[in-house]
Protein backbone atom coordinates (compact mmCIF):
# COMPACT_ATOMS: atom_id res chain seq x y z
CA UNK A 1 0.00 0.00 0.00
CA UNK A 2 1.36 3.38 -1.01
CA UNK A 3 0.51 6.32 0.52
CA UNK A 4 -2.22 7.96 -0.64
CA UNK A 5 -4.63 10.85 -0.64
CA UNK A 6 -8.57 10.72 0.84
CA UNK A 7 -11.11 13.49 1.20
CA UNK A 8 -12.51 12.95 4.50
CA UNK A 9 -16.35 13.65 5.52
CA UNK A 10 -15.22 17.22 6.50
CA UNK A 11 -13.06 18.12 3.35
CA UNK A 12 -10.30 17.64 5.21
CA UNK A 13 -6.86 16.13 2.93
CA UNK A 14 -6.25 12.67 4.46
CA UNK A 15 -2.68 10.90 4.08
CA UNK A 16 -3.06 6.96 4.50
CA UNK A 17 0.67 5.63 4.30
CA UNK A 18 1.83 1.91 5.38
CA UNK A 19 4.02 1.96 8.68
CA UNK A 20 7.69 1.46 8.58
CA UNK A 21 10.69 1.80 10.47
CA UNK A 22 11.16 4.87 8.56
CA UNK A 23 8.00 6.70 10.03
CA UNK A 24 7.65 5.14 12.65
CA UNK A 25 8.94 7.87 14.95
CA UNK A 26 6.23 9.72 13.62
CA UNK A 27 3.64 8.42 16.26
CA UNK A 28 5.70 8.37 19.02
CA UNK A 29 3.32 11.01 20.49
CA UNK A 30 0.24 8.77 19.62
CA UNK A 31 0.83 5.52 21.79
CA UNK A 32 -1.81 5.84 24.02
CA UNK A 33 0.08 4.05 26.75
CA UNK A 34 3.00 6.11 26.15
CA UNK A 35 3.40 7.71 29.65
CA UNK A 36 3.98 4.11 31.04
CA UNK A 37 7.01 3.89 30.10
CA UNK A 38 10.48 4.96 30.96
CA UNK A 39 12.28 6.74 28.23
CA UNK A 40 14.49 3.63 27.82
CA UNK A 41 11.64 1.21 27.80
CA UNK A 42 9.86 3.26 24.85
CA UNK A 43 13.32 3.28 23.03
CA UNK A 44 13.74 -0.41 23.29
CA UNK A 45 9.48 -0.59 21.82
CA UNK A 46 10.65 1.17 18.95
CA UNK A 47 13.70 -0.43 18.19
CA UNK A 48 11.97 -3.63 18.19
CA UNK A 49 8.86 -2.36 16.51
CA UNK A 50 11.33 -0.82 13.29
CA UNK A 51 12.65 -4.32 13.27
CA UNK A 52 9.34 -6.17 13.01
CA UNK A 53 8.12 -4.19 10.25
CA UNK A 54 11.39 -3.74 8.50
CA UNK A 55 11.32 -7.94 8.29
CA UNK A 56 6.94 -7.86 7.25
CA UNK A 57 6.83 -9.62 10.55
CA UNK A 58 4.46 -6.50 11.90
CA UNK A 59 1.78 -4.48 9.58
CA UNK A 60 1.00 -1.30 10.50
CA UNK A 61 -0.56 2.16 8.66
CA UNK A 62 -0.71 5.85 9.40
CA UNK A 63 -3.23 8.42 9.00
CA UNK A 64 -2.14 12.08 8.73
CA UNK A 65 -4.14 15.51 8.32
CA UNK A 66 -1.78 18.10 6.95
CA UNK A 67 1.29 16.10 7.10
CA UNK A 68 0.46 15.53 11.15
CA UNK A 69 0.11 11.86 12.30
CA UNK A 70 -3.49 11.73 13.58
CA UNK A 71 -3.75 8.32 13.85
CA UNK A 72 -2.09 4.50 13.71
CA UNK A 73 -2.27 1.21 14.60
CA UNK A 74 0.05 -1.77 14.52
CA UNK A 75 -0.03 -5.80 14.62
CA UNK A 76 1.67 -8.52 14.88
CA UNK A 77 1.01 -12.35 14.70
CA UNK A 78 1.38 -14.19 17.65
CA UNK A 79 1.46 -17.71 19.11
CA UNK A 80 -2.18 -19.57 19.75
CA UNK A 81 -0.93 -20.71 23.41
CA UNK A 82 0.04 -16.84 23.96
CA UNK A 83 -3.10 -15.28 22.34
CA UNK A 84 -5.12 -18.25 24.67
CA UNK A 85 -3.55 -17.22 28.19
CA UNK A 86 -3.94 -13.24 27.45
CA UNK A 87 -7.80 -13.45 27.23
CA UNK A 88 -7.87 -16.08 30.06
CA UNK A 89 -5.97 -13.61 32.01
CA UNK A 90 -5.91 -9.94 30.75
CA UNK A 91 -3.67 -7.14 31.98
CA UNK A 92 -2.54 -3.79 30.93
CA UNK A 93 0.31 -2.82 28.14
CA UNK A 94 -0.35 -6.11 26.01
CA UNK A 95 1.75 -4.39 23.38
CA UNK A 96 4.39 -3.40 25.69
CA UNK A 97 4.91 -7.29 27.01
CA UNK A 98 4.97 -8.11 23.38
CA UNK A 99 7.56 -5.70 22.30
CA UNK A 100 9.58 -5.18 25.21
CA UNK A 101 10.10 -9.18 25.21
CA UNK A 102 10.49 -9.68 21.87
CA UNK A 103 9.87 -13.14 22.79
CA UNK A 104 8.82 -16.56 20.92
CA UNK A 105 5.18 -15.63 21.18
CA UNK A 106 5.89 -13.52 17.94
CA UNK A 107 5.98 -15.36 14.79
CA UNK A 108 8.61 -15.00 12.47
CA UNK A 109 8.00 -16.04 8.50
CA UNK A 110 8.20 -19.54 8.56
CA UNK A 111 5.71 -19.44 11.56
CA UNK A 112 2.93 -16.99 9.69
CA UNK A 113 3.47 -19.33 6.67
CA UNK A 114 2.83 -22.18 8.33
CA UNK A 115 -0.27 -20.90 9.96
CA UNK A 116 -1.69 -19.77 6.24
CA UNK A 117 -1.09 -23.27 5.42
CA UNK A 118 -3.22 -24.90 8.66
CA UNK A 119 -5.21 -23.94 11.22
CA UNK A 120 -4.89 -20.26 10.95
CA UNK A 121 -2.98 -17.26 12.38
CA UNK A 122 -3.68 -15.61 16.12
CA UNK A 123 -3.30 -11.34 15.02
CA UNK A 124 -2.39 -9.05 17.88
CA UNK A 125 -3.42 -5.57 17.64
CA UNK A 126 -0.60 -4.04 19.74
CA UNK A 127 -0.87 -0.29 19.06
CA UNK A 128 -4.04 2.16 17.65
CA UNK A 129 -5.14 5.21 18.74
CA UNK A 130 -6.71 8.27 17.41
CA UNK A 131 -5.76 11.70 18.15
CA UNK A 132 -8.39 13.04 20.36
CA UNK A 133 -7.94 16.60 18.84
CA UNK A 134 -8.56 15.93 15.33
CA UNK A 135 -11.03 17.63 14.01
CA UNK A 136 -12.46 15.04 11.46
CA UNK A 137 -12.66 11.99 13.97
CA UNK A 138 -15.02 9.85 11.89
CA UNK A 139 -12.84 9.99 9.20
CA UNK A 140 -9.95 9.19 10.70
CA UNK A 141 -11.25 6.27 12.33
CA UNK A 142 -12.96 4.87 8.81
CA UNK A 143 -9.60 5.31 7.08
CA UNK A 144 -7.59 3.59 10.17
CA UNK A 145 -10.47 0.27 10.11
CA UNK A 146 -10.14 0.60 6.27
CA UNK A 147 -6.78 0.27 6.02
CA UNK A 148 -6.58 -2.78 8.87
CA UNK A 149 -9.22 -4.79 6.60
CA UNK A 150 -6.45 -4.12 3.55
CA UNK A 151 -3.56 -4.77 5.12
CA UNK A 152 -4.72 -8.39 6.84
CA UNK A 153 -6.63 -9.33 3.77
CA UNK A 154 -4.77 -12.50 2.54
CA UNK A 155 -3.81 -14.38 5.53
CA UNK A 156 -5.82 -16.57 7.43
CA UNK A 157 -6.63 -15.11 10.46
CA UNK A 158 -7.97 -17.53 12.97
CA UNK A 159 -8.92 -14.96 15.69
CA UNK A 160 -7.80 -11.35 16.31
CA UNK A 161 -6.80 -10.07 20.09
CA UNK A 162 -5.99 -6.47 21.01
CA UNK A 163 -6.43 -3.97 23.74
CA UNK A 164 -7.71 -0.85 23.44
CA UNK A 165 -6.55 2.35 25.16
CA UNK A 166 -8.49 5.50 25.86
CA UNK A 167 -11.83 6.80 26.69
CA UNK A 168 -12.82 8.22 23.05
CA UNK A 169 -11.09 4.86 21.54
CA UNK A 170 -13.25 2.74 24.12
CA UNK A 171 -16.19 4.40 23.12
CA UNK A 172 -15.65 4.02 19.29
CA UNK A 173 -14.92 -0.12 19.96
CA UNK A 174 -18.46 -0.10 21.91
CA UNK A 175 -20.08 1.96 19.54
CA UNK A 176 -18.94 0.21 16.22
CA UNK A 177 -19.47 -3.54 17.92
CA UNK A 178 -16.99 -5.45 15.69
CA UNK A 179 -15.33 -6.69 18.72
CA UNK A 180 -16.17 -9.02 21.67
CA UNK A 181 -15.23 -6.69 24.62
CA UNK A 182 -13.59 -9.26 26.76
CA UNK A 183 -12.79 -7.48 30.03
CA UNK A 184 -12.58 -3.74 31.05
CA UNK A 185 -9.15 -2.86 32.57
CA UNK A 186 -9.39 0.43 34.55
CA UNK A 187 -6.80 2.91 34.92
CA UNK A 188 -3.81 2.57 37.17
CA UNK A 189 -2.62 6.03 38.31
CA UNK A 190 0.93 4.41 39.58
CA UNK A 191 1.63 3.03 36.53
CA UNK A 192 0.18 5.80 34.52
CA UNK A 193 -1.88 3.73 32.03
CA UNK A 194 -5.12 4.93 30.81
CA UNK A 195 -8.50 2.64 31.50
CA UNK A 196 -8.57 0.17 28.58
CA UNK A 197 -11.19 -2.71 26.91
CA UNK A 198 -9.74 -6.18 26.24
CA UNK A 199 -10.95 -7.34 22.13
CA UNK A 200 -11.07 -10.11 20.61
CA UNK A 201 -13.29 -12.10 17.20
CA UNK A 202 -12.52 -14.83 16.10
CA UNK A 203 -13.71 -16.39 12.59
CA UNK A 204 -16.42 -18.24 14.00
CA UNK A 205 -17.85 -15.30 16.46
CA UNK A 206 -17.42 -13.23 12.83
CA UNK A 207 -19.82 -15.18 11.14
CA UNK A 208 -22.22 -15.82 14.12
CA UNK A 209 -22.86 -12.21 14.77
CA UNK A 210 -22.64 -11.00 10.75
CA UNK A 211 -19.92 -8.87 11.67
CA UNK A 212 -18.40 -5.93 9.67
CA UNK A 213 -14.89 -7.71 9.74
CA UNK A 214 -15.94 -11.05 8.26
CA UNK A 215 -13.97 -10.15 5.31
CA UNK A 216 -11.06 -9.97 7.24
CA UNK A 217 -11.47 -13.94 7.60
CA UNK A 218 -12.56 -14.95 4.10
CA UNK A 219 -9.67 -16.89 2.86
CA UNK A 220 -8.55 -18.76 -0.54
CA UNK A 221 -5.61 -21.44 -0.64
CA UNK A 222 -2.72 -19.29 -3.18
CA UNK A 223 -1.78 -21.23 -6.42
CA UNK A 224 1.17 -19.25 -7.51
CA UNK A 225 3.37 -19.97 -4.38
CA UNK A 226 5.76 -16.68 -5.86
CA UNK A 227 8.59 -16.42 -3.80
CA UNK A 228 9.49 -13.44 -1.13
CA UNK A 229 11.15 -11.27 -3.69
CA UNK A 230 8.38 -11.91 -6.22
CA UNK A 231 5.58 -10.71 -3.37
CA UNK A 232 7.37 -7.88 -2.94
CA UNK A 233 7.59 -6.65 -6.60
CA UNK A 234 3.90 -7.65 -6.62
CA UNK A 235 2.80 -5.40 -3.65
CA UNK A 236 4.95 -2.23 -4.86
CA UNK A 237 3.39 -3.25 -8.26
CA UNK A 238 -0.36 -3.14 -7.15
CA UNK A 239 0.04 0.92 -6.58
CA UNK A 240 1.11 1.37 -10.38
CA UNK A 241 5.09 2.26 -10.90
CA UNK A 242 7.66 2.25 -13.37
CA UNK A 243 10.23 -0.41 -13.38
CA UNK A 244 12.49 1.99 -12.64
CA UNK A 245 10.53 3.54 -9.94
CA UNK A 246 10.11 -0.29 -8.57
CA UNK A 247 13.83 -0.90 -8.38
CA UNK A 248 14.10 2.33 -6.34
CA UNK A 249 11.24 1.52 -4.07
CA UNK A 250 12.85 -2.17 -3.25
CA UNK A 251 16.23 -1.30 -3.15
CA UNK A 252 16.91 -3.72 -5.85
CA UNK A 253 18.70 -3.08 -10.04
CA UNK A 254 16.12 -2.69 -12.62
CA UNK A 255 17.85 -5.35 -13.93
CA UNK A 256 16.84 -7.77 -10.87
CA UNK A 257 13.01 -5.82 -11.25
CA UNK A 258 12.94 -7.79 -14.57
CA UNK A 259 14.32 -10.93 -14.05
CA UNK A 260 11.49 -11.10 -11.14
CA UNK A 261 8.83 -9.94 -13.72
CA UNK A 262 10.08 -12.72 -15.95
CA UNK A 263 9.88 -15.27 -13.38
CA UNK A 264 6.33 -14.13 -12.31
CA UNK A 265 5.22 -14.59 -15.62
CA UNK A 266 6.57 -17.98 -16.22
CA UNK A 267 5.31 -19.32 -12.87
CA UNK A 268 1.87 -17.89 -13.69
CA UNK A 269 1.72 -19.31 -16.82
CA UNK A 270 2.88 -22.87 -15.64
CA UNK A 271 0.12 -22.48 -12.21
CA UNK A 272 -2.95 -20.54 -13.99
CA UNK A 273 -2.45 -21.04 -17.75
CA UNK A 274 -6.33 -19.88 -17.72
CA UNK A 275 -5.08 -16.47 -16.76
CA UNK A 276 -3.63 -15.68 -19.96
CA UNK A 277 -6.10 -17.78 -22.47
CA UNK A 278 -6.92 -14.58 -24.63
CA UNK A 279 -3.70 -13.49 -24.60
CA UNK A 280 -1.80 -15.80 -27.61
CA UNK A 281 1.69 -16.99 -27.12
CA UNK A 282 1.83 -15.23 -23.59
CA UNK A 283 4.90 -16.45 -22.30
CA UNK A 284 6.83 -15.82 -25.66
CA UNK A 285 5.89 -12.63 -27.35
CA UNK A 286 8.02 -10.08 -25.66
CA UNK A 287 5.17 -7.62 -27.21
CA UNK A 288 2.48 -8.79 -24.76
CA UNK A 289 4.59 -7.99 -21.37
CA UNK A 290 2.28 -5.32 -20.31
CA UNK A 291 -1.02 -6.85 -20.71
CA UNK A 292 0.36 -10.08 -18.95
CA UNK A 293 1.50 -8.12 -15.56
CA UNK A 294 -1.74 -6.29 -16.41
CA UNK A 295 -3.76 -9.59 -15.74
CA UNK A 296 -1.63 -10.88 -13.25
CA UNK A 297 -1.67 -8.25 -11.49
CA UNK A 298 -5.75 -7.81 -11.85
CA UNK A 299 -5.63 -11.40 -10.25
CA UNK A 300 -3.20 -10.99 -6.99
CA UNK A 301 -5.46 -8.19 -6.75
CA UNK A 302 -8.86 -10.18 -6.46
CA UNK A 303 -6.73 -13.45 -4.62
CA UNK A 304 -4.36 -11.20 -1.92
CA UNK A 305 -3.32 -14.75 -0.33
CA UNK A 306 -0.78 -15.16 -3.44
CA UNK A 307 0.57 -12.02 -1.91
CA UNK A 308 1.36 -13.34 1.86
CA UNK A 309 3.58 -16.23 3.17
CA UNK A 310 3.70 -19.97 2.09
CA UNK A 311 5.39 -22.98 3.72
CA UNK A 312 7.63 -24.68 1.82
CA UNK A 313 5.51 -27.70 2.11
CA UNK A 314 2.74 -26.19 0.13
CA UNK A 315 4.97 -25.00 -2.61
CA UNK A 316 6.83 -28.25 -2.76
CA UNK A 317 3.28 -29.27 -2.99
CA UNK A 318 2.25 -27.33 -5.80
CA UNK A 319 5.41 -27.86 -8.11
CA UNK A 320 4.65 -31.82 -7.93
CA UNK A 321 0.82 -31.12 -8.71
CA UNK A 322 1.72 -29.21 -11.60
CA UNK A 323 4.62 -31.84 -12.57
CA UNK A 324 2.73 -34.66 -12.02
CA UNK A 325 -0.42 -33.16 -14.15
CA UNK A 326 1.75 -32.22 -17.06
CA UNK A 327 3.50 -35.39 -17.04
CA UNK A 328 6.93 -33.55 -15.95
CA UNK A 329 10.11 -35.46 -14.28
CA UNK A 330 10.95 -33.33 -11.69
CA UNK A 331 14.14 -31.21 -12.55
CA UNK A 332 16.41 -28.67 -10.51
CA UNK A 333 15.09 -28.64 -7.16
CA UNK A 334 13.94 -25.05 -6.52
CA UNK A 335 13.49 -22.92 -3.31
CA UNK A 336 10.90 -21.48 -2.20
CA UNK A 337 11.16 -18.08 -0.22
CA UNK A 338 14.73 -16.72 -1.42
CA UNK A 339 14.35 -12.66 -1.52
CA UNK A 340 14.18 -12.98 -5.55
Known amino acids: MAASTIRGT ?71 TFASEYLETPHHQLGKQLLMNAND ?33 SSALGLLMQAFLQTHTGFRIARVIGEIFGAANIADIRTAGAFEVRSEIPSDPARATPPSVVIALSREGAIAQRSLLLPLFLYNSPRMFFTRGERDL ?35 ALRHPDLFAHVASASADRGRGPQVRHLILRYVRANPSE ?11 AIRSTRSAKGRRPGKRMTWDRRN
Open 307 to 317: LTPCTPQEHLR
Open 234 to 268: LSAALDGDTDDGLADRLGVSVSAVKARWSRIQQRA
Open 105 to 137: AILDLPAIAAGNATTGLQLAIVMTHIDPDVEDR
Open 10 to 80: HDAAFTLEPLSAANLRDIARLWPDRLAFTAAEFDRVLAVAARLLATGRAHGTVVRVNEQACAAGMSIFVTE
